[in-house]
C-alpha cells in the first residue's frame, strides 16, 4: 500500500496565526488527497478533498479561507489553518487513495492552539 | 455525511477469545468498504477491505463479513491479542477516488 507521511507530527502554536501541515504520498503519485480531522472519542471528519493542480473542494461547514489547500505536485499536499483558534485544536490526517481503491493514512498532525 | 460518535462503545475481551465488533453503514450505494485499527495518536491502519460482490473475505486472523440486505459489516478477530486493544473503525465509500466516510468506531479492550 501507499506510504504516507505528515510533518509535524504535533505542533503548538499562538491563538491567530497560522500553521502549515504537509502530507506527503513517498511511493506513490497521487492526483488527489483527503484531509480529515478528529476530535477526541470522535470519528474522522472529511474536510476537504485535494486535488492536484486544480483548486480543493470543501465539505459543508469547512471554511474554505481559513483551511488553505494547496496540491502542488503528484507527491505534496499542504493544509494551512489560518489564523488559528483554540477551537481549532485537533488530529489533522490526509489520507492517499491507491489505485482509486483503498486509502491509506498518514500517521496524523496533533495541533494545540493556545 | 460523516457520523460522528461523542461516546465510543467498548468491546472488553479476554486474551485469547475472539472479536467480533460490528458496524452498521449508512449508503446502499456504496460498494467497497474498509475496516481500520487506530491506535492512540496514529493514523488509520488499514485492516482488511471487502467489495459489494462478496459477502466474507479473510486476512491473518482477521474476517470481514457483509450484509447488504440489512447495511450490516463486521469484523472477527481470531486469538484476539493485547497488541490489537484499539479503536476500529469501518468505513465505506464507492470505488473510486471518493472520500471514505467513517463509522463511529468501536474501542476494544484486551484483557490479559
Known amino acids: 500500500g501507499a506510504v504516507v507521511s505528515q510533518h509535524p507530527s504535533w505542533v503548538i502554536c499562538k491563538s491567530g496565526t497560522s500553521v502549515k501541515i504537509e502530507c506527503r504520498s513517498l511511493?506513490?503519485?497521487?492526483?488527489?488527497m483527503f484531509w480529515y480531522r478528529q476530535f477526541p472519542k470522535q470519528s474522522l471528519m472529511l474536510m476537504a478533498t485535494?486535488?492536484?493542480?486544480?483548486?480543493?473542494?470543501?465539505e459543508q461547514g469547512v471554511e474554505k479561507d481559513k483551511f488553505l489547500i494547496n496540491h502542488a505536485s503528484l507527491t505534496l499536499s499542504t493544509l494551512t489553518v489560518t489564523s488559528a483558534h483554540p477551537e481549532d485544536s485537533s488530529f489533522y490526517i490526509c489520507?492517499?487513495?491507491?489505485?482509486?481503491?483503498?486509502?491509506?493514512f498518514g500517521p496524523g498532525t496533533r495541533l494545540l492552539v493556545l | 455525511g460523516e457520523s460522528v460518535g461523542l461516546h465510543l462503545p467498548t468491546l472488553s475481551v479476554q486474551e485469547g477469545d475472539n472479536s467480533i465488533i460490528n458496524c452498521a453503514y449508512s449508503?446502499?450505494?456504496?460498494?467497497?468498504f474498509i475496516w481500520y485499527k487506530q491506535e492512540s495518536g496514529k493514523g488509520p491502519q488499514f485492516i482488511i477491505d471487502?467489495?459489494?460482490?462478496?459477502d466474507k473475505r479473510q486476512g491473518q486472523r482477521v474476517t470481514v463479513l457483509l450484509n447488504k440486505t440489512v447495511k450490516h459489516l463486521s469484523l472477527q478477530i481470531a486469538a484476539t491479542q493485547p497488541g490489537d486493544s484499539a479503536v476500529y473503525f469501518c468505513?465505506?465509500?464507492?470505488?473510486?477516488?471518493?472520500?471514505?466516510?467513517f463509522g463511529k468506531g468501536t474501542r476494544l479492550s484486551v484483557i490479559a
Open positions: 485535494s486535488n492536484e493542480g486544480s483548486k480543493a473542494t470543501y
Open positions: 471487502i467489495r459489494s460482490n462478496m
Open positions: 511511493d506513490f503519485q497521487a492526483t488527489t
Open positions: 449508503n446502499s450505494a456504496s460498494d467497497y
Open positions: 468505513a465505506e465509500n464507492i470505488l473510486g477516488n471518493t472520500p471514505l466516510v
Open positions: 489520507s492517499v487513495p491507491s489505485l482509486g481503491e483503498t486509502q491509506y
